[in-house]
């Protein structure tokens, strides 16, 4: 027999006034890291002052434990990249050494960096020095490499620790990339088309292009606005996942594997997705994790070194590798590492700002001063070149940069170009004449045409020379500039600036055929030579000298082949090349979806015809699963701790609120006349809880473009991102939304008893953290903010009316609309928590009786509850007998809620489960469906 409650105040203030006084301590902790994040300055001085206090004599010192607990975001020229955070966030951030151990006095005037005793390189930047010996200051922990077990080196950084796994093979990685860069890298592409389907039919984009490039060179791809050169460039990243794609790629004559290929390239896109709150230096850290190899669990014992040829190689090569660098590294014992990290940030010449934000607006809306755009761009490009890829592509790489900052980002690339061995190609706008200089070779587009690939130097005699169209610098300017406005034909030009220019589509197919005719020739001319050449090898022949390149690949100005087999395949090749295009169109024009998809994969998973290039083994990812987790934990703690609108706003936010609601349900009655309050009660706290994600809806979608975008790049496996999503973010959900239902029930005085705050919180944190799932889910799927609220509210709407609040089942006019509050979590949430609270409890009758408006509630709310309202009981209820007792239990029975907390529990927990399943899985199809 339930007792009745004796208390006379059900108030609870040992519950509700510790929780209410930590929420605001803790909210003004992250509101000083805001301003300390957004008023560096103002910081600074602050903390000027403070320490010319704590250095005059008599006066208070700040213990040094308490300014350690300080965490310190915003000093000097921006934000140390060294985060301290709290919850489950911090042991991770530990891990990666970004915790700040210590605010020194001087940590904010940046110690000069430790250089390698070394070295002999000065500071500063040098143009194409990425693998010169400057500038390090990543320590390898001291004496064996191989001792270091734990594969990670302390970099230093301002003074502070920041681990990056496996530093101390970056050095090596790169060296090991560069030995792998022969001379005669190249990568070669044929016949690409490209036809996208669109509202209005099929739509070509690319015909029939061919091209090549080679280690050492930077080449230009130029075109007016359309041409396609983002397309080709897409293309050749492999990134492509729309549109109908043919044609081949070749890398060194070999057939190019995706997931090898992906390892030797890096692709710069037009628009960066860096998180505004981080700094140059963290963005750098980050990919660096995800990019640089780290050996799969399988290798982890066999690879100290962690390198990804040893990784990636056969079981012999890496046996041989390993070998080789246990020698090197015994040699090297006490040698002090390069940062990989710092190194780059000094070649794009941003290593003043490796502790700037990038800054930006935040998903909130707020501006943060950070990178101007032409350091953006260069950061983006060093994010680029992190991983000494051989061929860097750039789209648009000096878009939005004034000329100078261009210019300065155009000779970095063309150090790395040269200096390095690297392929760069590049998509770009009007060059200004500096920058035009500074390309090797140019691949001339327009309306998806090729019009001329080769030397830059040939492009002029081969537009003038071969096809009749005069260029006059004088009048016309730049040859990139004559020649861009040589290929526009949408728009009308002036007769007399520009003489005899292309007007017509046709004219640009003229010139496509006549060139490609040319290249194509001298390609297979090449090829057969080849062919013959293996031939002879074969048969014991020995060739005499090299063999004679076909006119365009001999470098400086065209030529026509003119021997006799040029001349042969000249003619051949004529022949086929009238319908080749048109055929090739059609052919992909035609294709289903289906085989669409299948056909554009240019790469060709698992080939093992492939010298270096190719390993049927490669996994997918640069990295381990584990260190992706890692790193991407560590960016969403730094994305949590950073963003103050989402740490304090939230937890004050969902505190007075919860502070709103118990006062205006303070100290509720403990007689019977309070269950009509806590029914009320009951509801408004899950209303609350199903609301509140609302306000993080910007968080999700700019989530959802971070996400497609490193996605695009290939950078991390979705599951390894989801997991860290999860791990960095659900602690904070569960602690504010606890933090609130604390608050609320000692307020309120709901049902006392410990089992019964824990069953009640545990059900109202569930609530919340399924309702920000079903708003992330909804982020993920749909196209914009605007649909994802519509879907977010209808789903909670739906919930609302399926709680059993409003309406009891039983009595909903159209019965079988009933069914659906088994699709309802509120529906189990709401009877989860009435069973907790009004489940086998007994009201004491009020002291008065039960005044009317109460008995007149219970009839109206109870017509079916005999035992409660016969009218003998009733009379009971509202007279003042001694020992009149309202069974709640009853009410619960009304409603038709009697499951259990575990099953509830259980239902709550699959609930959660089902959304995370559908996020996780939407993340998958939005990847697919949303990249180019
Ligand atoms: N996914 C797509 N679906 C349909 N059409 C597309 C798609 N992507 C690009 N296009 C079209 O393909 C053509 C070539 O686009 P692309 O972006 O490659 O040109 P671009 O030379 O890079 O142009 P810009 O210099 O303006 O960036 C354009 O007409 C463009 O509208």
Redesign the pocket.
Known sequence: MAQTDPLQHSVIPALWIPVAVFTHVFAALWLLRAFQLMQPAEWAKIKKILRLRRKTPGSSTVPSSEASTWPVLATGPGVQPNVNVGSSCSSSLQEWGATSSSTDSNSSKYPPVTYPSSSSSTAGSEVGSIDGDAHAVAVLPAGDVHAAGAAKATVLHAGKQLYLPHQHSIQHHKQQQQQQQQPGLRLTWRSIGCV?K?AAGS?P?LHDVWGEAAAGEMQALL?P???????LLDILAQRKA??AVAGSLLLDGQPVTRSAYSRRIAYVPQDDNFSPIMTSLEVLAFHAAMQLPGCSSKHAQACQLQDVAVCTGSPEAQQQQQQQQQQAASKRHSRVGELAVQEVLNTVGLSKHASTLVGGRLPGGLLLRGLSSGERRRLSIAVGVLASPSILFLDEPTSGLDSFAALSVMSHLQGLAHTSRNAVVA?I?QPRSAIWSLFDKVTLLASGLLIYHGPTSGMVPWLSGQLGYSYEPAAHGLASDWALDLVVVEFAKPGAFHARTMTTLAELQAAANTFKLQYVCDQLYNDERQQQQQQQQEAGATVQGSLPGGPFSRGGSVELGTGHLSQQMHHRHRQQNSHATQQQEQQLAELPEQQQQQQQHLGHEGSSSSSSSSSSSSPAYRTSWLQQYRALTWRECVKVTRNPADVAGRLLTFTWVALLVGLIYYDLPTDAGSIRQRLNLLFATLCFFVLMPFVNMSLYTEDKGSYLADRAAGLYAPSAYYAAKVTATVPFSTLTALCAGLVQYGMTGMRPGAGHIFGHCSIGVLTFLIAVQVLHLSATLTPSQDASFMLGIGWTTFNLVLSGFFIPYKEIRFAPLANLRFLSALHYAFEGMVQIELGGRRFACPAAGLDSQSAAFLTQLLPGAASLLSPSRLQQAVGTQQGCAVDSSAVAAYFGMSRRFGPTIGILLGYLGLMHAATFAALLLVARRER?
Do not use: D, E, L
């Not at 606005?225 to 397309?231: D, I, L």
């Open positions: 996208y669109t739509k984009v075109g606005s359309g041409a396609g050169k983002s397309s729309t549109g998509a706008h180019r």
